[in-house]
């Protein structure tokens, strides 16, 4: 099973910063199967990009997605304050499908 | 609109049974592959199970295999979990998702608590 490794655990910043997030996958994820959620509390997860670089319908376009193999990529070139959240990494490339651990995107 | 509505959830004791169901409606249920999804209480999230859109395949997570089924009911639009000999550590929000790769659409979920 692909192990994936999310980094920092919790990352503090400000409204208008820029956040980036590091998803390491322990093998390579296949054809770059590899998508981020944001989940806020007590919701359900929100897909935000797929295939590692496409973004979701609706999603703004201050997220992107980038990487491939191992390492991947998550932006936020400015943070909204609806950006304050808990984002995930899942790979579906690979059975079995796996997410990371999560990232904790904090105002500092 | 697409919608997944989950239900069934409970508290139940180690070793006991829980059926899950989720309704749903909006999209042509037959069509897609559906999965369940788990999260325990301040945890992340871990697929359990999909299943093809006639129920001819079935997959699973390893801690769940011999111990839970996936089902749908294509007339009735509905996807369901049946949960056995349960254990204290499958304690979590239990999501039904729409396909079997990366989701787009999400019901709210509900809680399954196993304790005695």
């Known amino acids: 099973e692909i192990v994936l490794a999310q980094s920092p655990g919790t990352l503090s910043l400000s409204p208008g910063e820029r956040a980036t997030l590091s998803c390491r996958a322990s093998?390579?994820?296949?054809?770059?199967?590899l998508a981020w959620y944001q989940q806020k509390p007590g919701q359900p997860p929100r897909l935000l990009i797929y295939?590692?670089?496409s973004r979701a319908t609706g999603i703004p376009d201050r997220f992107s997605g980038s990487g491939s193999g191992t390492d991947f990529t998550l932006t936020i070139s400015r943070l909204e304050p609806e950006d304050f959240a808990v984002y995930y990494c899942q790979q579906y490339g690979s059975s079995p499908q796996t997410f990371g651990q999560g990232t904790k995107v904090e105002i500092k | 609109e697409v919608q997944l509505v989950e239900s069934g959830g409970g508290l139940v004791q180690p070793g006991g049974s829980l059926r899950l169901s989720c309704a749903a409606s909006g999209f042509t249920f037959g069509s897609y592959w559906m999965s369940w999804v788990r999260q325990a209480p301040g945890k992340g999230l871990e697929w359990v199970a999909k299943?093809?859109?006639?129920?001819?395949?079935?997959y699973y997570v390893d801690s769940v295999k011999g111990r839970f089924t996936i089902s749908r009911d294509n007339a009735k639009n509905s996807l369901y979990l049946q949960m056995n000999s349960l254990r204290a550590e499958d304690t979590a929000v239990y999501y039904c998702?729409?396909?079997?790769?990366?989701?787009?659409?999400w019901g709210q979920g509900t809680l399954v608590t196993v304790s005695s």
């Open positions: 295939g590692a670089s």
């Open positions: 998702g729409r396909g079997s790769g990366y989701y787009v659409y």
């Open positions: 093998q390579s994820v296949s054809n770059s199967f």
């Open positions: 299943i093809k859109q006639d129920g001819s395949e079935e």
